[in-house]
C-alpha cells in the first residue's frame, strides 16, 4: 500500500479538506446549551456521513440517561485487512465546541468561518469557533482517511480503526463513562487511544504530549443572614458572606503558592532531575509566553521553587474561576450580601485522585467555616483524572515516526496543563494507552473569541495522520 499516493492525494485535495471543515464549523454545535441540542445533532450527522464517505461502519449512538439530556457519540469502525497484523487504534474526538461568548469581540461571526491572510506573525489561517479546538483537529484525521480510501479502495487503508467522537467534552463528559462501560466489549479490542486536541511547541516545531492534567471544579456556597441587609444598618453587626467567603478563600494558599489542604500534594509524582533537564532543553521562550497576554517578567508568578513550564506540565494548582454575591450590576446598592458563592478549581496531576481532591476541599471547608455562617452544597461539575504517559511504547515510537515522515522535524516531547478527561478514563476502565498527536499552536485563542487553526497546521496534521496509518501497517510487519 502506498502512503506516497496518499499523501500526493491529500496534497491535490487540500481545498476540498478545507471546504469540508468550513461546512462542518457552520453548524453551532454549542454541546452545553439545551438551545443548540438541534444543531449539535446536526454535527454530528455531519461527522457520521463524512466517516461513512470514508468507508467506515458508523452510527450515532445515543448516551442520554433515561427522561436526561446527553448528545450523541460517533461511534465507527473499520475493519482490518486480511493481512494486517498491526494494533486495533482507538481514534478519540469531539465535535462540541465552546460557547463563542463574548461575542462583540470576534472580527467574524464565530460560525461563519473565513480564511484570513498570513499577517502579524501568523500564518494563513481558518478563524472560527472549533477552528482547532477540537473540529479542525478531527478533521485532519477525517482528510486523512478519505485519502486512504480513495487510494486504496479501504476504509483507513486496511488499519482496524474504532472511532469515538463525542459531544460534550467541553460540558465536562458527564455521558462518558456509561457509554465506555456499555461499549467495553468494542473498545476493549482496541490496543491504545489516538487523540488530536493538543498543541504543538510552535509553528514548524511538532510534538507528541505525553502528560495532561486532571480537572476537579466545583462550586460552592457560604450563607449569612437569610435575606440581604442594609449595610448601614448592619454591616459591622453580622457575618458579612463575601467578606467572609474571601478570606477563607484566601487561605487556600500559603505565600509560596502552595496549596494548605492536608494532603493534597501526597499523591503527586514527583519531578525527575532528568525531566526537568529535558524540558529546559526544549528552548521554550517563558518571556515570550509572558508578553502574548500583556505580563512583563514580574507576571511569573506561582509555586515557589519551579519554572513557568513545570508548574504548568507537573504541579497541581488551585483557582478560582469566578465568585459572586450582593450587587454587581450598574453603579452602587449599600447591600450585606445573604450569601456568596465562587467557582472553584483544581488541576492534577498524576497521581491524585480527583474523587479524593473533591472530599478533601470539602473536608477543608468545613474545618474553616466562618463564624455564624454555613456552607451550602458542594457542586461537582466534573471529574477528570490526568494522566502520564511511557514515552517509550512502540506507538508513541510509530506516531513519532509518523510525524518526522511528514514534517521533516523530530517531534519534541511535551506535557500540557490542559485537561482531556476521556484519557484517564480509558486508562482506568480499560487499561488503554493515549497517543496526544496535536497540531495546534499556543496562540490559536481556543475557548475565546477569534479562534483560528493555521493552514499548515492542519496540513501537518493531515500528512501525519496519513503517515500514521503506514506506521501501524509497519508495526504488524
Ligand atoms: N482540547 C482541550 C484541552 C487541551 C488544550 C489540552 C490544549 C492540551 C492542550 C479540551 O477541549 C479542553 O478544553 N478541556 C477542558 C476540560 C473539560 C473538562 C472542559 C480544560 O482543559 O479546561
Ligand atoms: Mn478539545
Ligand atoms: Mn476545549
Request: with cysteine; hydrophobic share 35%; net charge negative.
Amino acid at each position: 500500500m502506498s502512503v506516497d499516493k496518499v499523501l500526493a492525494w491529500v496534497e491535490a485535495h487540500d481545498k476540498e479538506s478545507l471546504d469540508n471543515l468550513i461546512e462542518w464549523l457552520k453548524i453551532p454545535s454549542i454541546g452545553t446549551d439545551p438551545a443548540y441540542d438541534a444543531e449539535t445533532r446536526r454535527a454530528a450527522e455531519w461527522c457520521r456521513d463524512h466517516l461513512h464517505g470514508s468507508g467506515f461502519e458508523v452510527d450515532l449512538v445515543e448516551t442520554a440517561p433515561p427522561g436526561g439530556r446527553g448528545q450523541p457519540m460517533v461511534f465507527g469502525r473499520s475493519e482490518a485487512a486480511p493481512d494486517y497484523k498491526g494494533p486495533r487504534v482507538l481514534f478519540y474526538g469531539h465535535y462540541d465546541v465552546q460557547p463563542p461568548d463574548p461575542l462583540e469581540l470576534w472580527d467574524n461571526p464565530p460560525f461563519e468561518p473565513v480564511i484570513r491572510p498570513a499577517e502579524d506573525g501568523m500564518g494563513e489561517r481558518i478563524v472560527a469557533r472549533g477552528a482547532e479546538d477540537d473540529k479542525g483537529q478531527v478533521a485532519m484525521f477525517l482528510a486523512a482517511m478519505r485519502g486512504w480510501k480513495e487510494v486504496s479502495g479501504l476504509a483507513a487503508g486496511g488499519v482496524p480503526i474504532t472511532v469515538m467522537i463525542e459531544g460534550e467534552e467541553e460540558s465536562g463528559s458527564v455521558n462518558l463513562e456509561r457509554f465506555v462501560q456499555t461499549h467495553k466489549d468494542e473498545l476493549g479490542k482496541c490496543d491504545f487511544v489516538l487523540i488530536s486536541d493538543t498543541t504543538m511547541l510552535g509553528r514548524g516545531r511538532p510534538a507528541i504530549t505525553y502528560g495532561v492534567r486532571g480537572l476537579v471544579y466545583t462550586e460552592i456556597t457560604l450563607h449569612g443572614p437569610d435575606h440581604d441587609l442594609h449595610s448601614g444598618l448592619w454591616g459591622g453587626k453580622c457575618p458579612n458572606p463575601l467578606n467572609e467567603l474571601s478570606k477563607t478563600l484566601a487561605k487556600l494558599w500559603d505565600d509560596d503558592y502552595r496549596v494548605t489542604i492536608p494532603g493534597f500534594y501526597d499523591d503527586v509524582r514527583p519531578l525527575s532531575d532528568e525531566e526537568r533537564a529535558l524540558w529546559k532543553n526544549l528552548g521554550i521562550d517563558e518571556q515570550a509566553a509572558l508578553k502574548s497576554v500583556g505580563l512583563g517578567p514580574d507576571g511569573d508568578v506561582g509555586e515557589a521553587g519551579y519554572s513557568m513550564t513545570e508548574r504548568e506540565w507537573a504541579r497541581p494548582t488551585c483557582d478560582i474561576n469566578g465568585m459572586w454575591g450582593g450587587y454587581t450590576g450598574e453603579g452602587a446598592k449599600t447591600v450585606i450580601p445573604s450569601y456568596a458563592k465562587a467557582k472553584v478549581s483544581f488541576r492534577l496531576v498524576a497521581d491524585q485522585e480527583p474523587r479524593k481532591i473533591f472530599d478533601a476541599f470539602k473536608a477543608w471547608l468545613e474545618s474553616n467555616t466562618p463564624k455564624g455562617c454555613r456552607w451550602g452544597e458542594v457542586i461537582d461539575h466534573g471529574l477528570g483524572l490526568g494522566v502520564t504517559l511511557p514515552v517509550d511504547s512502540r506507538e508513541l515510537r510509530a506516531a513519532a515516526r509518523a510525524i518526522n515522515r511528514a514534517s521533516g522535524a523530530e517531534a519534541a516531547l511535551i506535557k500540557s496543563g490542559g485537561s482531556i478527561p476521556v484519557a484517564g478514563l480509558l486508562k482506568q476502565d480499560l487499561g488503554l494507552d493515549t497517543i496526544f498527536m496535536g497540531f495546534g499552536l499556543e496562540d490559536d485563542r481556543i475557548h475565546s473569541p477569534n479562534e483560528k487553526f493555521e493552514v499548515e497546521c492542519f496540513r501537518l496534521g493531515t500528512r501525519s495522520h496519513a503517515v500514521f496509518i503506514d506506521e501501524m501497517w509497519k508495526l504488524g510487519e
